[in-house]
């Protein structure tokens, strides 16, 4: 398509970095192997950012625009240098981009369309890779949709093996139709689990790890789990113990820690919490969700209140309780990546522009806003690669 060719010709110029940016790539090669890339979207917009960090000084630095595509969501290949980006046109399209990581330069190298190369559908919400089966789950949010894509050994991505349709809605007015939100495997690998705003429902298909496919029985359709009406979920997560789960509801700003059994396929709710504080009256607005790799800490970011929230996981129980909630650095705290070292988290922060960095106590799972951050337009994700 024409964005992908407009990436091609235009990349030497979006690579190049500014001046001021420029002075801190050339401080050396040695400093920058010891850094690590990652790359921030654009809500709504048509340029991919990338950037260096120092996971020891904790620093970043802006290395400049570098691709012209819309980037509603990113993903990685957890071993080669490519970047799948998830973009906002018609068709639900997923652009490949080799990376070079001595520039961090994007060079396009192709893109799927996620509903057979029609006109509808072009709010992908969501892209992730599972990486057992090596393959690539979609969550298109205006078609109504998750699709799987299978990723070639090079990292290329093949067309859609599995395209399945959410049904339902809600009673809030965005909630006329079904909208996935999130496409996550269940730790035993048998299920695709598709987090619905628009239908108020996590959807559990049948997952083939063999072939990357998704299904259900046309009879009964797909299994369900069904939250209040008009939550809109939006992110799920699993604790390390494979059992415990926690959903992020964006309508209603709460989470709900689940217990999740693989050989029915089915949710059992155990508890709900809210993310805002007693006294906020705005309008609510859960955002992102992550747990820490050890499974003590759960993170959520409340777009209403502009605030990150920090929750402890009983060792027995699986169950939350409340550790903090402290402001996001920002406007809109869109989404956040935990640093796989467990000390850092990068906050896009849509509305102000601004991508923070907080430092995490491992001990506590407390968040310290480091004061340090870079400026980018309208950032919606942070992807490392």
Known sequence: MAASAAA?????????????????RAAGAARRRAAEL??????????IYGGWFDPVRGTMTRIGP?????????????SRPVLYVAGGEDGGVVHVFRVDR????????GEVHTDGGG??????????????SDTLLVANFEAGLAASLPIARDGGLGSPVSVVHDTGSGPNPRQAAPHPHEVVVDPSGTYALVADFGADRVFAYRYDRSTGAMSYDAKTGPRSFATAPGSG??????????????????????????????RRGRFTNRQILPLDSPGFEGAKSGAELAISRDGRFVYASSRGENTLVAFSVDRRTG??????????GGVKPW???????????????????TVNLFAVDRRSGRLTDTGRSLSIPSPDGITFC
């Open 8 to 24: 091609a010709a235009a990349l030497p110029l979006l690579g190049a970095a500014t001046a001021a940016e420029a002075a801190p």
């Open 38 to 47: 990652f790359y921030t979207g654009t809500w709504k917009g048509t340029q």
């Open 66 to 78: 570098l691709a012209e595509v819309t980037a509603n969501w990113a993903a990685a290949h957890p």
């Open 102 to 109: 001595a520039t961090g330069g994007l060079a396009p190298a």
């Open 119 to 132: 006109t509808a559908g072009g709010g992908l919400s969501y892209i992730g890779v599972d990486r057992r």
């Open 233 to 262: 979920p939006r992110r799920l997560v699993f604790h390390p113990n494979r059992r415990d789960c926690y959903l992020l509801n964006e309508l209603t700003a709460d989470l709900q820690a689940l217990h999740w059994n693989p």
């Open 319 to 328: 169950l939350l309780r409340l550790v903090q909630r402290v402001p996001c």
């Open 335 to 353: 989404s956040f990546t935990l640093h796989e070292s467990g000390r850092w988290m990068f906050v896009a922060n849509q509305v102000s522009g």
